[in-house]
């Protein structure tokens, strides 16, 4: 990353975008259940099984995700059975993709071969994770910039 700007000289790092991020989705756990959420799992004991996590866990993971508005929470009963519930991804959740797809193609890379891609339903092509500009240009983190916010209208605090 080139640029100058020194994050002393009135940003401050309590307000750093990466640091509430993690905030919300910091552990291995949360990132394990939203995988699931991609994948299309919605009710607690899929989420349990798929992520070999156990239930107390799930469930603390499955509230806090749903609190942050990464998910939501509706009943359902199956005949018979008590009221459970499921979960689907919000538009808040849903905007975390790129972010997870960006940690599925690195480690694929990096780290192990999954054994399985990102594919395009409608053309069958890949599908990976870049840098635009807002122009459109490919970059990388040498062509970036770290520069202060003009437009603070879109923060949200």
């Given amino acids: 990353m080139t640029g100058s ?3 002393r000289g009135g ?3 309590k307000r750093c975008p ?9 552990t291995r756990s949360a990132f394990i259940l ?16 798929r992520a070999g996590l156990s239930e107390a866990v799930t469930a603390a993971r499955l509230r806090e995700l749903t609190e942050a508005g990464l998910l939501d929470r509706r009943p359902y009963q199956e005949h018979g059975q008590r009221t459970r519930y499921e979960y689907e991804l919000t538009e808040m959740g849903a905007d975390l993709f790129p972010a997870l797809a960006a940690l599925f193609q690195w ?6 071969p999954a054994g399985v891609e990102f594919r395009h339903h409608s053309c069958g092509e890949a599908v990976h994770a870049e840098l635009r500009c807002a122009a459109g240009h490919q970059v990388s983190v040498r062509d970036i910039d770290l520069a202060a916010r003009t437009d603070t209208s879109a923060a949200v605090s």
């Fill in 34 to 49: 939203l995988r699931e959420a991609f994948y299309g799992t919605t009710r607690f004991d899929d989420f349990a099984a």
């Fill in 5 to 7: 700007l020194d994050p």
């Fill in 11 to 13: 940003w401050e790092a």
């Fill in 107 to 112: 480690g694929d890379r990096w780290l192990r």
């Fill in 18 to 26: 990466i640091v509430k991020s993690m905030e919300v989705v910091g």
